[in-house]
C-alpha cells in the first residue's frame, strides 16, 4: 500500500492505496469528489487534479492526449494533472494533491 495525501483547504487526508491504482480510483474509493464521467478513458477532464509542486517533477510526463484535454480546461495550473492517468507506484508514496474548488 502506497501513502496519498489529499489537501482540501487546510484539511489534510492520508490514504492507503494499492499500487497500480490511479488517483482517480482513489477519489471514487473515499469519495473525494472527482467526477471521472469517462471512467479513465481520458476522454473528458472531470479527474482534474492539482499535484503538489514538489511532486510534479516526480511524476511521469503527461502524454500528448493529456495534455490536450488539460489545455481545454478555464482552471488549468501549471501542476494540473488528470487522476486518471496518474498510476501508483512506490516512488510515489506520500504524493500530495489537491481539487481544484471551480470544477
Same mark, same amino acid.
Given at each position: 500500500?502506497?501513502?496519498?495525501?489529499?489537501?482540501?483547504?487546510?484539511? +489534510?487526508?492520508?490514504?492507503? !492505496?494499492? #499500487?497500480?491504482?490511479?488517483?482517480?480510483?482513489? *477519489?471514487?474509493?473515499? =469519495?473525494?469528489?472527482?467526477?471521472?464521467?469517462?471512467?479513465?478513458?481520458m476522454a473528458c477532464s +472531470?479527474?482534474?487534479?492539482? !499535484?503538489? #509542486?514538489?511532486?510534479?517533477?516526480?511524476?511521469? *510526463?503527461?502524454?500528448? =492526449?493529456?495534455?490536450?484535454?488539460l489545455s481545454l480546461l478555464?482552471?488549468?495550473?501549471?501542476?494540473?494533472?488528470?487522476?486518471?492517468?496518474?498510476?501508483?507506484?512506490?516512488?510515489?508514496?506520500?504524493?500530495?494533491?489537491?481539487?481544484?474548488?471551480?470544477?
Amino acid at each position: 500500500m502506497v501513502k496519498v495525501l489529499y489537501i482540501n483547504n487546510s484539511t +489534510t487526508k492520508t490514504f492507503k !492505496i494499492e #499500487k497500480n491504482k490511479t488517483i482517480l480510483d482513489l *477519489a471514487k474509493q473515499e =469519495d473525494i469528489g472527482i467526477e471521472g464521467s469517462c471512467e479513465g478513458s481520458m476522454a473528458c477532464s +472531470t479527474c482534474h487534479v492539482v !499535484i503538489h #509542486k514538489d511532486w510534479a517533477t516526480k511524476l511521469p *510526463a503527461p502524454c500528448v =492526449d493529456e495534455k490536450e484535454m488539460l489545455s481545454l480546461l478555464s482552471n488549468y495550473y501549471k501542476n494540473s494533472r488528470l487522476g486518471c492517468q496518474i498510476v501508483i507506484t512506490e516512488l510515489l508514496d506520500g504524493l500530495e494533491f489537491s481539487v481544484p474548488e471551480d470544477i
